[in-house]
């Protein structure tokens, strides 16, 4: 059960503590954090336990992590269509009024649920589970129960959240065409199996692809520009939405397909999952210093600042740890 566990608070501390949204050194951050434990929590541990649970791999874990964003968006949190969400326009930036969102957010939050709330704790608490890293963590009971707790949780949240909001934010039309996107990532990645390796060659070293993970990251959370008082302004690429959106794109597809060549080499191993994770993880660590907490309330300065450095220095610690673990 430890693994399980580990993953059932990790997934939580990354997705939220770690960006910066929910500052721990606050009481306030602290029962945020608590409110969205079994959202990731448990969204993390059962997308990993049908991946392992049906042999599958990264593709499927890839796919399903991107339906879980799109769900949680489009659904629970319903920030895909709330132009004011926390106080912050967060859809000015690229609002199309025919879809009633705004593109570059939905890239924005593809990849943070994706890499960063899904597949970064996977991975590193993979890493951590040693031999154990691709068979299944729970019995069938806690797995059925796991399941009903995201199910439950997330059906209440998204009633929460709707009645805070004075209702809900989009039309019938805009739900059902996310309700189809959800359902064909969840399809396409059960559809998915693992592969052998077949690319002749070798992957870069480890310390190249994590190298490689930290410059993608920084693109992609520099990429998101916002107005001056959005979420990180002194640090937000000034450029056109439309060209934000072709950039994370290729963001995208250049990460997508250099990670699916190495990683069908014959030299890659967990090292090289754990430092593609690594730098994805350490990115939001020191993305978080400048990101603004998305709270109701105002948080005071150095109540950020001490959270954001005591998650940093977790992180580095949690991270050695992994890699102490991969090296014996």
């Known amino acids: 059960m430890a693994p399980a566990i580990g993953l059932f608070f990790l997934a939580p501390l990354d997705a939220e503590a770690l960006m910066g949204n929910f500052p721990l050194a606050s009481p306030i951050g602290v029962?945020?954090?608590?409110?969205?434990?079994?959202?990731?929590?448990?969204?993390?541990?059962?997308?990993?336990?049908?991946v392992r649970r049906s042999g599958r791999g990264w593709p499927t874990m890839l796919a399903l992590a991107l339906a879980y964003g799109m769900y949680e968006e489009a659904?629970?949190?319903?920030?895909?269509?709330?132009?004011?969400?926390?106080?912050?326009?967060?859809?000015?930036?690229?609002?199309?009024?025919?879809?009633?969102?705004?593109?570059?957010?939905?890239?924005?939050?593809?990849?943070?649920?994706?890499?960063?709330s899904i597949s970064v704790?996977?991975?590193?608490?993979?890493?951590?589970?040693?031999?154990?890293?691709?068979?299944?963590?729970?019995?069938?009971?806690g797995f059925v129960a796991v399941g009903v707790i995201f199910a439950v949780y997330s059906v209440f949240a998204a009633v929460g959240n709707a009645a805070q909001e004075g209702g809900l934010l989009a039309g019938l039309p805009q739900f059902i065409v996310a309700a189809v996107v959800v359902a064909a990532?969840?399809?396409?990645?059960?559809?998915?199996?693992?592969?052998?390796?077949?690319?002749?060659?070798?992957?870069?070293?480890?310390?190249a692809v994590f190298a490689f993970a930290l410059v993608a990251g920084a693109i992609f959370v520099l990429l998101y520009a916002v107005d001056p008082t959005g979420l990180s302004p002194w640090l937000a690429i000034p450029i056109p939405a439309w060209g934000s959106v072709l950039i994370y794109l290729a963001l995208f597809a250049t990460v997508g397909l250099l990670v699916?060549?190495?990683?069908?080499?014959?030299?890659?191993?967990?090292?090289?999952?754990?430092?593609?994770?690594?730098?994805?993880?350490?990115?939001?660590a020191w993305h978080s210093f400048p990101w603004k907490p998305t709270l109701t309330v105002p948080i005071d300065q150095a109540v950020?600042?001490?959270s954001n450095t005591i998650t940093t220095v977790g992180a580095g610690v949690?991270?050695?740890i992994a890699a102490r673990r991969v090296s014996a």
């Open 31 to 50: 029962v945020g954090f608590l409110a969205v434990l079994p959202l990731y929590g448990a969204g993390a541990l059962f997308i990993r336990e049908v």
């Open 75 to 116: 659904f629970v949190t319903q920030t895909l269509w709330n132009e004011d969400w926390v106080g912050i326009r967060i859809l000015d930036y690229g609002y199309m009024p025919a879809l009633g969102t705004a593109l570059p957010w939905i890239m924005f939050m593809v990849g943070v649920h994706t890499i960063w």
């Open 121 to 141: 704790p996977i991975a590193i608490m993979e890493t951590l589970a040693g031999p154990r890293r691709t068979t299944p963590w729970l019995k069938k009971r």
């Open 185 to 207: 990532l969840v399809v396409l990645g059960l559809r998915l199996r693992r592969s052998a390796p077949t690319v002749e060659g070798t992957a870069p070293g480890p310390w």
């Open 260 to 284: 699916r060549r190495w990683s069908h080499r014959s030299n890659w191993s967990d090292a090289h999952r754990l430092a593609l994770a690594a730098g994805a993880m350490l990115t939001y």
């Open 304 to 306: 950020d600042l001490t």
């Open 318 to 320: 949690l991270l050695v």
